[in-house]
Every structure is written in C-alpha cells, then in structure tokens.
C-alpha cells in the first residue's frame, strides 16, 4: 500500500464474536450485592429488568461470546468501521509519533452506542419483550437505542437527562423520527423524579436520576425492559468488536499500539477499543498502555473511591464494586453530557485497581480546543465526549516528542458533534468555560456526595 | 460474497481521473456569451474570478483528467464512498425492485460538496491565490469549502443565503469551526446586495443572489478569486468521481442501474452519479434511465425555458445556454436550500435538451415523507435535498411493481441531514407545507422572473 490514510476492511473481515475480557482478567471483578440482603445477585434478581440473553453475558467467563446474524446484519450497514491515520493533526502538531484514530461516529446513530443498541433490542425482542425504558445523556444512546427497537418492532421511551435536552434539542429531533418518545429527566412520570425535583426544582439532572426513572418504569409491567448504554459487562462486551477491528487494520498498517486512549463516561467506548489489546498484553506479553480520560468535573477514576455503590441515583441497582463519586454526586453541566455518569463499570474499575489501566482528568476547555485543532486537520467534527480523547493522545505525542522519542498512538474517536455544535458555538464566542461551577462548588459536591461503605 | 450490505472499495481502487462528459456529448453546449459584446466568453474574461487550471477544466474536451496528487490525498480521507444495497427500505417497500444508493455524505462536509471544494481550492492556492469568495444555500457547500480552504491555507467568505442563514445555524458554526467568515446574503456589503435589500429588505435571498455578492467581492482584488459550488462544467467533472467509483461497486455487485437518479440544484450531484453510466449509454449500448429531481417550487428543469441567461441575480457571470426560470426568480424558502437555484447547469441542459435526462418536480412534504421511511429503515437521516432523490427512487420502485418488473435502481444519498433537524421538527409538528409561498405567488413569481432572450 503507498500512502496510508484509512483501513477499512470488508463486510467479510467483521468480526462474528465478541471478546470477553472476563476470561483473562487476572482478579475477577467482585460481585454485585443485593442491598437488601448483602449477597450477591442472582440472574432473577436481574430478570425483571433485562432479558436473560444479557443477564448471561453479564456473568460469562466465556472467552468468546457468538453475534446473532440479525445482528451481524444490521452492523453491517455501518460496521466495520474506518481506521484512520491521523496524517493531517500529526503534520499540524509537527510530532514525530504516529496517530490513528478508530472511527465509531459513520453510524446511522453518530458514535460507538449503536454497537450495543442492536444486540439489545433483539435480545430483548427475542424474549418477547415489547417496551423499552432507557435513559440517555447528550442523546447519542438514546438515538442509537431508537433505531435499533424501530427496527425489531419494539416501543420505546427515553429519559434524556434536562441539561442535555436543553443544550441538544436535535438529538431529541432525531430520536422522534426514529419513532422513539423522549421525555426530559428529572421529570415528574416517576417517584425517582419526582423526589429530585422536590428537593430541586431545577435540577439539571444527571445519568444516575435518568437510570433511576427508566427502571421504575420498566419494573412496573412485565413486558417492559430497561436497557443501559454503558457501564455494564454485557454492554462492554459488545463494544469489543471496536478494538478487535481496530487490532487487523493496525496490522494491516504495519503497526501496533504502544497506547491506547478513550474518553471515560461509565467505560463502554473506552474498554470496547481498548480490551482486546490488553488481551494481547496478558496473553502475548504486550506492552500496551491502556489510557482512560475523564472530565475534571466528574472525575470517579482519578478521585472517587472504589467501594460498592448503585449504579443509578436512587438506590434501584444491584450494589456495584467500582470507583465511584457516590451515586447521588450530580455532575457539573459539561458539553460532554455521556461522561457525567458516577462511577466506572465493574470490569473497567477492577482492572484499574489491578494497574492496568491509567487515568487522567481533564477540563473541557482544552478538550475543545483539542477537538477543534482535530476538526482544522482532519475535517471530522468530534462529539465533546470524543474531545477528552483527542486532548489525551496530544498528550502523549507531545510528551513523546520532548522525550525524544516516536510513539504509536491509537485514540478511539467515539463519534461526531453533529448535534453539539452550540458547545462549538459558545467556545467561539469566549463563553466556554473549564466548568459551569465553581471550584468550591465541584469539591463541595464531592464532599456531599453518598458514597456508601459496605 | 454472501449478503451484501455495502460495497466499500480500497484506496487504491480510488480513480485518478475524473470523467468529462464533454467529450462523448452528440450535441456540445451552446457557449457561454459575453453580455456586453454577445460574442463568446474567452478565458481572459473569466480569469478575473476564476484561477486558469480551473477555466481550463471548464472548457476542455479531454474525455480524462488527472487528479493532482494533493487532491487525491485529501480525497483518501474519505473516498472511495460507500455504495449501499437499501435492503431495509426493500423491505418496508415489500417491492420487488433492488435499490442501491451512493452515500456521500460520510465526509467532513457531510456531502458530495468536498469533492469539488478540494480541487477548487488547491488550484486557487496552485496559482497565489489568497482570499476566496463564495455562496452557500443549505450550508453545505459552505461547509466544504472552509475546511478545504482552511488545509490549503487560504481564507474563505461565505454569502450564506439568509433564509438557510436562520434556519440552519449549525451550519455556520460549523463554518466557523473551518476558520471561514459567513455571512447572511443578502448582506449589505456589496452593490448587489444592497440593491435587493432596498427593494425588499425582508428578502429571504436566493443562491443567484449570493453569488452575485461573492463575484462582486472577488472581482475587486486580484488575490481574491471565487468559486461556485455547482452548476459550472468544471464542478461537475469533478463529482464525476461518484459515479466512476459507483461504476465499479454495481459491477461488484453484480448489478447495473435501470434507472440513475439524483435530486437536481444546479445539477453537480445529480451529473457526478449519473454521468459516468450515460457515458456507458453513448459508447457501449447501455440504456440507463438518468432522472432528475427537482422542487415543484423551483421547477427549471420542468417549468424552465432553455435559453441564455445570467447565473446570478445581478447579471454578473457570462450568459449561459440553460433551463432557466429567470436570474431575478426567487424560490420559496422550502427546507432544501441547496435547490434553491434558478437555472440548470449547462451540460445538463444540453442533455436534457437532447433528451437524455428526464426530470420530475416534486413537493417537499412527500420527500418528507420519503426522508423519514428511509430514516426508518436505513438509519441515515437524509439531508433535505437528498430526500428528493429518495422520493424519486421510491416512485420508481412503486412503478415497476406495478407493472409487475424488477428494476435495478441507484440514487445519490448526497449529504446528511443533522444540520437540517429543525425541518423534521416542522414535519412531526405537522407545520411543513408542501411550499411556504401559495400556489398563485410561484405561478406569478414565475411570470415575473427575467428569462432573458437573445
């Protein structure tokens, strides 16, 4: 090949499994506990919330998990996606290192959620599920989880956390001709709502309250499951077939990750491009750096604790072993409304615990400006959640560079800002802000926030 | 292969040549005239906006030209395009038919735009050229030619229609994030556009009038050249580049198009598909359909009076043998604003003439309509004018069913819609008309347009 720009692989080169890292962790994650009683949760604690095709991902140890061919048929419309080097942003910040970048935003949903949205609706279809509750963030999982049901056939409601319905109304535009009903949260259908908005009427919301309200929902009637976008085991489990294309283009391109970067919400982007290199480190004695970037804002890798905590903000999920601010920390309103989630996934937190995976806080006033010197060099205008990873692979190519030294660098370019481009907007005009509150507010709200020990 | 999705081509399968329809042309088109002297244009007097390389282009007779280098680089970030078989709309059809589509709109730009941008800016920048001027309808023109001005170093003004300017504000940040100014035409920095302001200073503008403006800034400073986003010769050789690669993934296919189709502007998405296949009808036998899609409301192509006329509002470009509803038509403010164009380009009108390219108006509810099953079905969300194309595929998959056939049909997908969201959200509201003037104002505002005859 000359002169390399993209990898792309055929329809026949996709991957027909997932990777489950769960088989070659060296510390298998704790388990999730049932608050009422303190013992682990079995699958009928689960079965009212999700099919048991998940429930049994979520808990397999197999290596390899099967993809469904309606499955497989559907990813193959988007899938696989495009890796690219980065020729246009390395000439730009004159490194010496080589960058490339994993393409998840070609999708009919603009980012990596659609991965998972289509595995779960047709697991849940499948077991004769005909609603589905959700909560979304900036509205990338909401969108991705709307064409998913449409196509199976499947009802579905969408909690999208305020600030973010606010700040992107055409995500809600795009969920509603996907056939889906979104719903601003806090909203007032839920008691979990409900008490939010009682104690702040004008609460922005969060991820935890919207996980809270869409499994309230799900729990009343037996036909109605909820589905998550992340965090989860089963969800990560699907996000792996980012990193398992993401290893043949490298070797297609001659080159192996010495790091591997993704922003950090609750962990499904980042582990689905980053896992099956770190296979190779534990079973191939490979050396690859596996880097989480998180906002400063909601920093749960760098300074939450790693305890048993819920999932969602008013208690509803099994207790979870993970670094967490506390599920009733509320996030400061951040453009990159899918990184202002609490915790981190069990398998992302045990594996950090363990050392194998780095993680760096970031503000996102230099995220932007690293998303914009990406969007000057390579065209592709990045979704704010993806611009914490572009600002972490400028990093380590500067670092490199004053270290003297070339390093290759892979960054998951989780998808486009599309639908964020008023955060564009209130960058150019000087109103963007490293955070919405204050310093003092951001520690305060560490300092209140719940972080239950068990 | 099993069950194609997506017929996706390697970079080096890319071609190295765009395709010049001049060259195979029965009739050649008239040439474009002086309106001073009635005489033919020669290249002097077009090299006060345009760069030679590119007055070159538009008047060759070259069936190949090279690609540059630089431009085949940038190409590579995001060519070759898919090409898709719409198996889901098949099947919410129920038809018979197979239905293909070229997306184009993968790219930084979000359509077909960037394929002519790159060249035109790197011949600018070939020849010293500083400064460029332009207009933009929906903004996605605009959007192109920023980002490729911006690589190549060159700064860029955009006359951005107005009534696109309020409608479509994601549009010009997206500019701006390109380092392009833009501005709302018409605008009260040129001759051109005070005069329409004085008569109307509601006017919501039109493409004719913003291309006046960007002429008129160019033509006063020798480092200040234009460029137009459709219509002209040189425009569409280089989306020819579509249809070329298309060529090739029907023929992986195993297929080839009955009918081409494309929505219709000035004609540079609607030629780049389709003519490459009437190459094949002229040389080897073929006998593809070529149809094009316009709006009832701006209806050239069906309405129009093939005669010269100007290209822009104000009488500033040479006179051009075209279908015209006259230079001083202004359309109504339908959602695609990049049809929003009084004239057809010249060799598409000669064809048209000649009869080699049918043409279909349609209102923008049914493409609406059009837009949000494929939506639906194939994930993508449609630019505005794109739907159009959609609307036309549909018809003609409707039609072959019932006359009981199966057709082979191929349309150009040639942008996304995610900057158009607020048109879906008139549509679900229930408040997008079919056109927002009265069917009496677009048959006056047609008996009022300036068709000039010479």
């Not at 509750?133 to 449409?150: D, K, L, V, Y």
């Not at 008490?195 to 004008?202: Q, R, T």
């Not at 000057?376 to 959640?385: D, F, M």
């Not at 008023?422 to 000087?430: L, P, S």
């Amino acid at each position: 090949m000359e002169k390399i720009t993209k990898i792309l692989l055929s329809e026949n080169e996709m991957p027909r499994q997932w990777y489950n890292i769960m088989a070659d962790m060296p510390n298998k994650p704790l388990p999730p506990l049932n608050p009422a009683t303190g013992k682990p949760v079995g699958p009928e604690d689960l079965s009212v919330i999700f099919p048991m095709e998940l429930i049994k991902q979520e808990v397999s140890t197999e290596r390899y998990i099967d993809i469904p061919d309606e499955v497989l048929d559907l990813y193959r419309t988007f899938r696989p996606s495009p890796l690219y080097r980065a020729r246009n942003l390395e000439k730009a910040l004159g490194t010496k290192s080589k960058i490339y970048y994993k393409y998840e935003g070609g999708n009919y949903s603009g980012s990596h959620k659609a991965n998972t949205a289509i595995p779960q609706a047709y697991y849940n279809k499948m077991e004769g599920v005909r609603r589905i509750t959700t909560e979304t963030g900036a509205g990338q999982w909401g969108s991705a989880m709307s064409f998913a049901c449409n196509h199976f056939g499947l009802d579905l409601l969408v909690f999208m956390v305020r600030v973010s319905y606010n700040q992107k109304p055409g995500r809600k535009l795009m969920m509603n001709t996907y056939n889906a009903r979104v719903v601003p949260s806090p909203s007032t259908m839920t008691a979990a709502g409900r008490s939010v908005l009682e104690a702040d009427p004008d609460s922005p919301g969060s991820l935890g309250i919207a996980i809270s309200e869409a499994m309230e929902i799900a729990a009343q009637d037996p036909y109605t499951k909820y589905a998550l976008g992340s965090v989860l085991n089963h969800v990560i489990l699907h996000q792996t077939i980012i990193g398992q294309e993401a290893m043949i283009q490298m070797e297609m391109a001659g080159d192996y990750p010495d790091v591997v970067i993704g922003c950090f919400g609750g962990g499904s982007n980042f582990s689905g491009i980053s896992f099956p290199f770190l296979r190779e480190n534990f079973v191939n004695g490979k050396k690859t750096r596996l880097v989480a970037i998180e906002p400063a804002s909601c920093p749960k890798l760098t300074k939450g604790k790693f305890t048993y905590d819920f999932g969602d903000q008013s208690g509803m999920t099994p207790l979870l072993p993970m670094y967490t601010l506390g599920h009733n920390f509320i996030p400061d309103k951040i453009h990159a409304g899918g990184l202002r989630y609490h915790g981190a996934g069990v398998l992302v937190s045990q594996l950090r615990k363990d050392g194998f995976v780095e993680a760096k806080a970031k503000f996102q006033r230099e995220c932007f400006e690293a998303a914009i010197l990406f969007a000057r060099s390579e065209g592709i205008l990045p979704a704010p959640e993806s611009s914490y990873a572009i600002a972490g692979a400028l990093d380590e190519a500067r670092r490199a560079d004053l270290e003297g030294v070339s390093k290759t660098i892979l960054f998951n370019l989780s998808g486009h800002g599309h639908f964020d481009i008023t955060a564009y907007e209130k960058y150019f005009e000087g109103n963007l802000p490293d955070h919405e509150a204050t310093t003092e507010e951001i520690n305060q709200s560490l300092v209140n926030s719940a972080v239950p020990t068990f």
